[in-house]
């Protein structure tokens, strides 16, 4: 995917402290690029405070990262997000990561939403949001 | 898979700072330990300095990670560590992470072995080793 | 100081992810260290859960940190902690970083008591059990 | 000091990572901010490769933290950075992390510069440099 695929892009600058020993942004901390691009939108589409809603949270099931290319410090980076699947009780997020328009990873993560019972269907209202065409992947030109 | 499936097992202490905001280990801190497991193992089989050995080094290509149950901080941990797969070019490695002998979280990574002109075959000695039934995932009673 | 000076002692376990470009234990994980054991006495001490205790919190107001040798991975290491001084609304703790019996850092942290208007005393109970010397620095050998 | 003083300032993005359980800024990551912001203005001005040298490195030997106010999620912050003495083989950099021109935390690093023998001598080009008034704390109007 390119970047003019997703629908919601977060920015991120990479920190000294992201560099491994090999003088690339290491994979963990793109692991945690994608958390704060995922929650950025989550948290803008639900108004959840921190991933808590009223009565229950989203939790993070399952996330696969592909990683393409070396990421390079300094520099600054973006996160695309798109939400690919609607479940019943779930919600599937595809993400890449571009540093100067070249994708140098991409990412799938599954959340489930909970309350204290367990898994729980989504409340109308965000289904309807989350269901927005708007926020799922663009057809690049 | 329970913790006797893993050949290989590395410990983990968890950190205050490895705490999310509902006070339950964050996935990007398992994400962490991951990494440290995979790394101890291979860094033992391969006498890579820091996963570069002599004429190239070993790059995480490919993770996925299921999210099973919440960590509990303080405490201490377990990773279990087996090599599932052994390719021309790549390893896969099957984990979990245990905490009070409960499975937590899995994962499955898969790595390439590099040289400056990319991906390179295993040497026959890295190949004997790493395919070495010890490292398999073992049967358990 | 001497490992034998500090009455409480946190064991931290270097993560591959704590490694700089260097290969040494970075500066920033050290404070994540230092971080984890002064938390760790404190909520022994005092009861609290996270920090937080009924009435108030305690926050982290000064941190000062000397580097006097290079960490190493993979390795152990032991934080040392002892309360050093307790003032009407704050504590000060000292702590030493320690791998194979050397002490590779040192620091001073200054943590306040508060509630919703600001700094507050702390209670007779949670004085007495600061100013035990039993948490005091310990004559060395 | 105000934002304005610092002649060297580093934007930061706050990330989910970096959020305590009390959902604010957590001190360790304002230490990674710090670091991030140290290190690119010295990488700057002594056209250092990750802070290593042709025939040495400037490593971190001391740094205080004053935590003044509490940092906010999601959010940008900025760290401004001057030069506040040269030794013979240190330097002392002093730093400020705002928030919306507020001024969060301030730090003191001393850094020193060595070889493999020790603590080294500046170069003469190097304390040229490092003593140029432009890097030193501005007057605020």
């Given at each position: 995917?390119?970047?003019?695929?997703?629908?919601?892009?977060?920015?991120?600058?990479?920190?000294?402290a992201d560099?491994d020993?090999?003088?690339?942004i290491n994979n963990v901390a793109m692991a945690q690029y994608f958390e704060?691009?995922?929650?950025?939108?989550?948290?803008?589409?639900?108004?959840?405070?921190?991933?808590?809603?009223?009565?229950?949270?989203?939790?993070?099931?399952?996330?696969?990262i592909?990683y393409?290319?070396?990421?390079?410090?300094?520099?600054?980076?973006?996160?695309?997000?798109?939400?690919?699947?609607?479940?019943?009780?779930?919600?599937?997020?595809?993400?890449?990561?571009?540093?100067?328009?070249?994708?140098?990873?991409?990412?799938?993560?599954?959340?489930?939403?909970?309350?204290?019972?367990?898994?729980?269907?989504?409340?109308?209202?965000?289904?309807?949001?989350?269901?927005?065409?708007?926020?799922?992947?663009?057809?690049?030109?």
């Open positions: 995917m390119r970047r003019s695929s997703y629908p919601y892009v977060s920015p991120v600058i990479a920190r000294y560099v020993a090999f003088l690339h704060d691009a995922r929650i950025s939108l989550l948290r803008t589409l639900l108004e959840m405070q921190q991933m808590h809603m009223g009565d229950g949270r989203v939790l993070l099931a399952r996330q696969s592909d393409l290319r070396e990421g390079r410090y300094p520099g600054s980076l973006e996160v695309g997000v798109a939400i690919t699947a609607v479940g019943r009780t779930s919600v599937t997020v595809g993400m890449g990561l571009f540093q100067d328009e070249v994708c140098i990873a991409i990412s799938d993560a599954v959340l489930v939403r909970l309350d204290d019972k367990g898994p729980r269907e989504w409340g109308a209202d965000e289904r309807t949001v989350l269901s927005d065409p708007v926020w799922q992947p663009q057809a690049s030109d």
